[in-house]
């Protein structure tokens, strides 16, 4: 072999892409969680933020289509992160909004077929806030656990809109900093982690007075 | 390209089979156990497609991961860890090489001790189908030395030779020609000159050190095949000496040579001589000396072989595969083809095995009584080797690294064996002594650290170890133990892990740094620290490295971050 094509050859040798099933398996985790979770999400999710068993059956209490609506929503959560200690930085604003969607399930469960209560419109069609403020109307544990969630719904919507600052009397958008995300984060998940054992209380007293 | 040979030699049974060998391995530092787990994910998916690529001839070699390991003499030795597909071309090449060389090498038994052929090399993929097949490539190398030593105390001691002559090749598998070793293999083992020639470029990319490669020259030290192809190339040179009747045992390129006058051995190291230069290698004539043997005495060489023995893993092949298994991502029935059916045969293994002497006692106490004193041994024989009240050796001509493995390995096992009965602490006061020969003997930091885990937590060896991190600059391989030693013992605080984030940035070696990602990795729970660690790990040029370091990272569940996510972000 002439000199310059052994130089070719020999260069030739670094630089390869990675293979596809080694991308494949070094990202598997995520998919492997979901697929080991037999389809019951939420019942993951809301083990991994309380940090309890569930004293109930989930699915059961639920019912449809509550069930699956919040289920759906915490498989989002879980594809954005494995586990809430996972969440890091701007993830925290997809998360929330499919956590929020997944918990406004439970309280409105609770609020309407549960409590047999109807909750009072502010527009022609219900808004997540109306069922936090006549949670927090009534006072007590449920006010805290509406106050909790209406904080929640708060925070998810400075993620949602653009948050501006006035420079040279023009306003610009203001970046959020992941250091800023992380505070949010903690004050999120201590709110749902608090409304959610709250909440599991208030269900499983009504259950035993029922019994 | 006559796809003949290449259909034959990458099929998916041998390329199956080659894999299974690989798990085998018994050196865990030079498999490429990320990319093991990675294609054994869909094994047989994956060596469907590897096979395809070679057939059509788009398969192409990668250049491997290589890193240093320290010797005796203060030089180093290149090692090699192919990436899994290339491993698996080796592999698979040799399967069929050893099967169609199995009868031949094994003619030379009683003469060639080091990397001999298992029995069901013969039989080559015809194994997988049954019922117990056994995947080791060589014999357990322990039976095959004790072997060896005893033909030598034989040759010396009851045949009374009375001139020895002992020799090794200079860098020997660093020197082998290709052409020389390719011509071989074609020659006597009629090996297809298609499989030749990809051969040919797959060890050109694999040859050379972590700086350079050396096209032509050099097969890579580490993967089991390259023992054989070292074994091959001497093959004609040991049919000659065994055909003259000579006194001839050779392991690997440790020549001994025993006869009955000087001029018989001078004869014999010219035509070695001979036969060595024309095959682009040289004896080392440091080592190279024909001796008149005395009887009076012991023998330099038996005692040497005596003492040999205790170096190796002091764990079992075994025990190294389940470990390799038990990182997760195989499917289950990888697991249970490999678990349990490829145990070395029970007659191979460690004949000195202090469990040996114990396997018929079944009273707990006894065996507690044997252990302890096993520990008690080793508490007064160590700190004898040196002066009272001092780490100055008694008698430091006469003492070296094997003194210290012996009594390492013995104490290792008795404080394992003893910790099955009952709660058993490491004598502190021998720590001092571990370090010494820690210190010492660099290049037998392996065996040391696996007897220092007993100490696990203690703040005297925690910092004697940063301290050893610290100072020495020379041997990654070194250091590779020492960081590793420090992550699995201790507890480190904010400040330390950010005290080690400063060593990982200014390490030069890949492989340290690997083992500094991973320590970071396993005791940080600071989210800020885990983004400046990924940040540091998306600028490594080596992406093998950052596979490995994330492949580490996705282990610890709390830890991990979303990994489609990190792996956007090491560009891989």
């Known amino acids: 072999m002439k000199f310059t094509e052994l130089r070719n050859t020999m260069q030739s040798f670094s630089g390869a892409s990675t293979p596809d099933y080694q991308l494949a398996y070094i990202t598997s985790e995520v998919k492997d969680l979901l697929n080991g979770l037999n389809n019951q999400f939420i019942e993951y999710l809301t083990k991994d933020i309380t940090n309890t068993e569930l004293p109930f059956n989930l699915q059961q209490w639920l019912g449809s289509p ?67 403020n006549h949670l927090i109307a009534k006072g007590g544990v449920e006010q805290e656990i509406g106050q909790n969630f209406k904080s929640i719904y708060q925070i998810r919507s400075v993620f949602q809109h653009i948050q501006a600052e006035e420079k040279d009397g023009i306003r610009v958008p203001k970046r959020i900093s992941n250091s800023q995300c992380n505070k949010w984060r903690d004050v999120i998940i201590q709110c749902f982690k608090l409304s959610l054992i709250a909440l599991c209380n208030l269900i499983l007293e009504d259950e035993s007075k029922s019994s | 390209m006559s796809e003949k040979a290449f259909k034959k030699y990458f099929e998916t049974e041998n390329l199956k089979l080659a894999y299974y060998r690989i798990v085998c391995w018994p050196e865990r530092l030079v498999k490429d156990r990320f990319g093991i787990h990675a294609f054994g994910a869909h094994l047989d998916k994956n060596l469907k497609q590897l096979s395809e690529k070679l057939i059509s001839g788009d398969y192409f070699p990668q250049r491997a991961f290589k890193y240093y390991e320290p010797k005796s003499s203060g030089t180093q030795r290149t090692k090699t860890l ?36 298992t029995p069901d090399t013969k039989n080559g993929p015809e194994i997988l189908n049954q019922e117990n097949p056994r995947y080791f490539f060589f014999k357990f190398w322990r039976s095959l030395f004790v072997r060896f030593k ?29 052409y020389n070793l390719l ?156 678990l349990g059916l490829s145990d070395q045969s029970p007659e191979e293994h460690d004949e000195n095995d202090a469990k040996k002497q114990i396997e018929n006692i079944t009273d707990p106490d006894k065996i507690i009584a044997f252990w302890e004193r096993e520990i008690s041994d080793v508490e007064k024989e160590l700190p004898s080797l040196f002066k009272i009240d001092s780490l100055e050796l008694t008698d430091p001509e006469n003492t070296d690294d094997i003194d210290f493995i012996r009594l390492s390995a013995k104490y290792g096992t008795a404080l394992r064996s003893l910790s099955e009965y009952k709660q058993v602490n490491a004598s502190v006061e021998l720590l001092p002594y571990w370090l010494f020969a820690l210190k010492k003997f660099y290049w037998r930091a392996s065996n040391y650290v696996l007897t220092l885990q007993y100490y696990k937590g203690n703040k005297m060896l925690k910092a004697e170890l940063i301290n050893i991190h610290l100072a020495d600059r020379n041997y990654e391989c070194y250091r590779y133990h020492i960081v590793t030693c420090l992550t ?12 080690f984030f400063k060593y990982l940035k200014s390490e030069n070696s890949e492989l340290v740094r690997y083992a500094l990602y991973c320590m970071l990795i396993k005791h940080s729970d600071d989210q800020q620290l885990q983004s400046t660690l990924r940040v540091e790990l998306s600028k490594e040029l080596n992406s093998y490295l950052k596979l490995i370091t994330l492949d580490y990272w996705k282990r610890d569940t709390h830890h991990v971050n979303t990994m489609n996510e990190l792996v956007k972000q090491m560009g891989l």
């Open chain 2, 150 to 178: 005893n033909s030598v105390i034989k040759a010396i001691e009851q045949d009374k030779a009375t001139h020895k002559f002992e020799t090794d090749i200079t860098g020997f598998f660093d020197s082998i020609p290709h």
């Open chain 1, 66 to 132: 509550y069930y699956q609506s919040s289920n759906e929503n915490a498989k989002d959560c879980l594809e954005y992160c494995p586990t809430v200690k996972h969440i890091w930085g701007r993830k925290i604003k997809s998360w929330t909004d499919s956590a929020l969607k997944s918990y406004d399930n439970f309280l409105l469960k609770y609020v309407q077929i549960d409590k047999g209560e109807s909750v009072h419109k502010t527009y022609s069609g219900l808004k997540e806030t109306d069922v936090y």
């Open chain 2, 183 to 338: 011509l071989t293999l074609s020659t006597h083992f009629n090996v297809e000159d298609e499989i030749l020639d990809l051969l040919s470029v797959c060890l050109n990319a694999w040859s050379g050190t972590k700086e350079s490669s050396t096209p032509g020259v050099g097969i890579p030290q580490g993967p089991q095949p390259s023992y054989l192809l070292a074994n091959l190339l001497l093959y004609p040179l040991d049919k000659q000496l065994i055909s003259e009747a000579f006194k001839y045992y050779r392991y690997m390129d440790d020549i001994k040579i025993y006869g009955y006058s000087e001029s018989e051995l001078r004869n014999v190291l010219v035509l070695i001589d001979n036969y060595l230069k024309g095959n682009g290698l040289s004896i080392n004539s440091k080592k190279t000396e024909i001796t008149a043997i005395d009887e009076a005495k012991e023998d330099e060489t038996i005692k040497e072989l005596r003492r040999f023995e205790v170096i190796g893993n002091e764990y079992t092949s075994d025990e190294a595969i389940i470990s390799v298994l038990s990182e997760g991502g195989l499917e289950n029935n990888i697991i249970k083809t490999l």
């Open chain 2, 488 to 499: 699995y013992n201790f507890e480190y605080s904010d400040k330390e892990l950010r005290m």
């Open chain 2, 82 to 117: 192919l990436m899994i597909e290339d491993a698996l071309v080796y592999q698979a090449i040799a399967n069929v090489i050893a099967s169609r060389s199995y009868d031949l090498l094994a003619e030379n038994d009683d003469f060639v001790y080091g990397s001999v052929l």
